[in-house]
Structure formats: C-alpha cells, structure tokens
C-alpha cells in the first residue's frame, strides 16, 4: 500500500488557514451585513469543509471513483436543499383567484392555524349542492 | 491466489502480506476498496445530517426573527473554543495517520492520544453548556421558560440546537470509542507503511465529524447575531 504522504507542513499550513478562517467567520458574524450575513458565512464554511476534505481526508490525492462518491454525496444533499427551498420560499408569490392550497400561507405552530380552514371556501365554490349555504 | 510478489516503491520484492485478502489483485486495490467504502458510509451519513439541516433551514426561513434572538442565548466563547479544539484534534488525527504512513509506531500513539484528550476536552466543554441551558429552563419541553412573544419559536430553535449538537456530540463518543481500538492497535504495532487502512478509515471518519461542526458552529451560534444589534 503506497498511498500519497502529504509533508507535515502541508497539515500545519491547512490548520493555520482553518484557524484564520473561523476567526473571519466570528468577526464577520459581528457585524450586520443585512442578507448577507447567511451567504458570508455558509461560503467560508464550504471553503473550510472543502479543506479538510481535500487535504486532511486525502481526497485530493484519491482515485476518481472516490473523487466522484464525494461529489455525488454533496450534489444529493444540494438537491435535497435545493428543490426543497424552491418550494418552500416561493410560496405567496402566487395565489390563485380560486385560492389555492397552502400558497401564501404560512404554516403555525397552532393546530388551528389559518392556513388549514383557509382550504374549506374554495372546496365549497366547487360544489354548490352540498354547500351548507 | 498464491504468493504474491509484489514491488513497491523502493525496488525491493517482497511476498503476499499477511494483511492482503486473497480477492484483491494488490494491496492498493483492497485500500481503494476499503476507502471507497468508507465515503461511501460518509454519504449516508452526509443526509442523516442533512435532513436535520434542512428542518433547520426551513424554520430559520420562517422565523427569522426568533433564530437571531435563540443564537444570542448560545455561549460565542465556549462554541470558539471548541471549533479550535475540534479543527486541532483534526490536525493531530491526519498527523497520527501520517505517522502510520511513514511506520512511526511512537509518533502514531502520541498523536492519537492527542487527538483522544482534544476530542475528551470538546465533550467536557459541550457538557458544561449543556449543564447551563438545563438551569436556565432553555430545554425544550415542559420545563421550558423564554421572555418575550418568540417564545415558542425560540423553542424550536432550540430543539434543533439539542438534536443537531446532540447527534453530533453521539459522533464524537463513537469516534472515542473508535479511536481507543485504533489505539490499542496501533500500541501494538500492527500498521504498517503496507498496510495501514483501519487508522485511514478512522480517520475519514474523525474529520467528517469536524466538518459537521465546522458547518454547526456557524449556522447556530453566529449567523443572524449582528442582525439583534441593528
């Protein structure tokens, strides 16, 4: 087994950056960006997983079968986040004249939220008969 | 297959090593196979991760105002100090793993003990935050108390930050665990510069378990502080 044997200096220079990154990221945590905040501190956080990932995880010097799982593993969890968010944030940019399921509601905590009885009016103009009115 | 002669690096022939199953062609193919299968593990648990994540991206998306006002209650101190910890115990476990790599059976020991009390000192650190959340009633649950309209919502935030600090908390008492075998083994001699796949994996492991708390350090301590001070 002759796998890649990285210099001790490699590992001491990736931990240095390591430690510069989290101090930027509890500095820039102090002061208010507005919206984005989130983006400057999810950036320099990929940016740390991606170094320990590539050097202290060897990926770097991996086959490209293990390069691709690695890939492949976040690229899931993106579609998960992704498609999810899609959903989730655009709701109420829409509502149908009808009223439509769900859109521009917000789920709440309470069982007797609005957004459950704010279906039964739109069921009702289907079906005049059974209508209680 | 028979005895297997096989030259590496150096020039020098040697035969079939103890360690080398038989269905593997070579030794470099059954530790492709073995880390190969490790991310593989590491996927897995990339979405057992995950969807916590994503419950926790959602009710930030929701209640943003109730995140920002949850992670002023976290200690800014004790999370920097662990983050440091955690990223140095990560440092010595790929030192540990170097030093397997290059037969250095002391430095091995040395760096995995090292990396055992680094990663002992985080747990004792979560332990006492843990310790002050419970006397504060800041537990979700019936004991749960919280000033201020947001209350249930901080609550929210808070059983995300007990389940996400708590699963990854379990990790790091697996990967003790983990590491005290890698260590027995290791004081034993048994790696070598042919064969050192247990200590990789563990390895693999230790700084996956970092990764996640260097994404948990920021999503529940820091992001949206600022936002209070406005």
Known sequence: ?133 | MAVHADSHGHGHVHVHHPAHQHHFETMEQQAEAATLGMWLFLATEVMFFGGLLMAYLLYRVWYPQAWSEGSLELDIMLGGINTVVLIGSSLTMALAVRAAQTGQQRATVVFLILTMVLGLTFLVIKFFEYKHKFELHHVPGPNFQFEGPLAPQVEIFLSLYFALTGLHALHMIIGFGLMSVILWMAAKGRFSPQWYSPIELAGLYWHFVDIVWIFLFPLLYLVDRAHHFA
Do not use: C, E
């Open chain 1, 1 to 133: 087994m002759s796998g890649h044997v990285s210099p001790k200096s490699t590992y001491y220079a990736i931990f240095g950056s390591l430690m510069v990154l989290t101090g930027l990221t509890v500095g820039a945590s102090m002061v208010n960006l507005g919206s984005l905040n989130f983006p400057v501190a999810i950036s320099i956080a990929i940016i740390k997983a991606t170094l320990v990932i590539l050097f202290f995880m060897h990926v770097k010097y991996s086959s490209r079968l293990t390069k691709m799982i690695v890939g492949v593993s976040f690229f899931f969890l993106a579609i998960m986040f992704g498609l999810t968010l899609t959903d989730y944030m655009s709701r109420g940019w829409y509502t149908s004249p009808r009223g439509s399921t769900g859109a521009g509601t917000q789920v709440g905590i309470s069982v007797n939220s609005p957004s459950r009885t704010a279906v039964a009016p739109a069921k009702a103009a289907d079906d005049q008969s059974t209508s209680p009115k």
